[in-house]
């Protein structure tokens, strides 16, 4: 019974369509190649067989009496069989000498049989018969130019050759294909997320411009309330109300990051500077800075982009064990700027490494998953890349790679 295929692996298959077709039809296109020479050097050989065969037919008919042969007999038989690419022929007497030959000999070898003499064919054709005195010519030999064989060596290097560069044309097509399709699927997906963003970005916007006024209320009446129950038993739970609006605050104030505009104000910057004011912001005592590679200055929005350092730095920080340390290195390879932050935590999962910088993206309980999101949405305003994996050691590296960019 046939197994079926489920509509999950043909889909799976199905974006890989050109190239695996190209690969399937270069196949049989080898191999169908790869028959015919075989049927070819099959027609050689006989070929070959036909020729040796037809100079002994003509021999016998012709040279009657090869004891009494001579080289103007042999010169005539030579000049009459040229056309059938005879270029040689000799008669052997019994002491295995040569008594009489025409033409140009390549080869010397006299054992009965069909041998190979460079480009020629060399056949020995014994001689003798039932008469009783010892023959005076044991063989006859041939050498001759397999013409037609040639013929159809040539011809199947030359199909071999055109094979070859279709398989390759067929290959490249087939590889080209692939890359358009597939680059066509990432633009898809990424006009999708844009698509989904855009709408994100517009809903947070409009959510946090909605949130901001009566959270500002209830935050200060949170604050007046703390203050008045000072001492009190309820002092408690109106300090939570104030926490708890602290964090909406902070969140707004992410979801505003988040939709801001990508106008940049670059400026010359030492980033080594701006990274040690980062990290003593938001290291918590447990960054280790490494700076000795970086540029004296590079051009960039030091406000949006100290804002993507702390959101990083923050979450390496967030995903350490308690007294791990993070290590944060920042140097320049050409014209670029990169900045390596590694942590001591679990890693990266295997599949999650652009989905970590998603919106609202999070493995902690209290996270809202937007901190990487905005430090990729800056990075990317300044023409760079952020990637995040685990190290070979343990814990996850993020690697930015910010582009020289215009003073």
Do not use: C
Not at 196 to 222: C, D
């Amino acid at each position: 019974m046939l197994a079926a295929v489920s509509p999950l692996s043909f889909r799976s298959w199905a974006p890989r369509g050109p190239l695996v077709l190209a690969v399937v039809v270069s196949v049989l296109l080898l191999g169908a190649v790869l028959l015919i020479r075989r049927s070819v050097e099959r027609g050689r050989d006989a070929a070959i067989r036909g020729v040796a065969a037809g100079l002994v037919i003509a021999g016998r008919e012709q040279l009657r009496q090869p004891d009494r042969l001579d080289a103007a007999e042999l010169a005539a038989f030579l000049d009459e069989q040229r056309g059938d690419g005879l270029r040689y022929v000799a008669v052997i007497d019994a002491r295995g000498a040569i008594a009489a030959e025409a033409g140009v000999a390549r080869g010397r070898q006299v054992v009965p049989g069909l041998h190979r003499a460079g480009e020629r064919l060399r056949l020995v054709q014994p001689q003798g018969g039932r008469r009783a005195r010892p023959a005076r010519v044991t063989a006859i030999v041939y050498e001759f130019e397999p013409l037609v064989a040639d013929q159809l060596a040539g011809d199947t290097r030359w199909l071999v050759a055109a094979a070859a560069g279709a398989i390759i044309v067929v290959l490249a097509l087939g590889v080209l294909v692939d890359r358009g399709q597939r680059a066509r699927a990432r633009m898809v997906l990424e006009l999708e997320r844009g698509k989904r963003l855009a709408a994100l970005g517009e809903m947070s916007a409009v959510l946090a411009h909605e949130l901001r006024n009566p959270l500002a209320s209830l935050k200060g009446h949170a604050q007046l309330l703390e203050e008045a129950l000072a001492g009190a038993p309820a002092h408690a739970k109106a300090a939570r109300v104030v926490g708890e609006a602290v964090r909406i605050e902070a969140l707004t104030n992410d979801l505003l990051e988040f939709v801001r505009t990508g106008a940049l104000h670059r400026a010359a910057v030492a980033p080594a500077e701006l990274a040690r004011e980062v990290v003593d912001e938001a290291g918590a005592g447990r960054v280790d800075l490494f700076a000795e590679a970086a540029p004296a200055t590079w051009s960039l929005d030091p406000a949006r982009l100290r804002q993507a350092l702390v959101n990083v730095i923050r979450n390496a920080v967030q995903a350490s064990p308690e007294g791990a340390r993070v290590d944060v290195t920042i140097a320049r390879e050409r014209d670029q700027l990169i900045i390596a932050i590694r942590d001591r935590g679990a890693g990266i999962p295997p599949g999650e490494e652009a989905a970590v910088f998603e919106p609202f993206h999070t493995r902690r309980a209290r996270g809202v998953g937007l901190g990487l999101a905005i430090a990729r949405r800056v990075v990317e305003l300044h023409g760079g890349t952020i990637t995040a994996g685990s190290h070979a050691d343990g814990g996850a590296v993020f690697r930015l790679v910010l582009p020289r960019g215009d003073r």
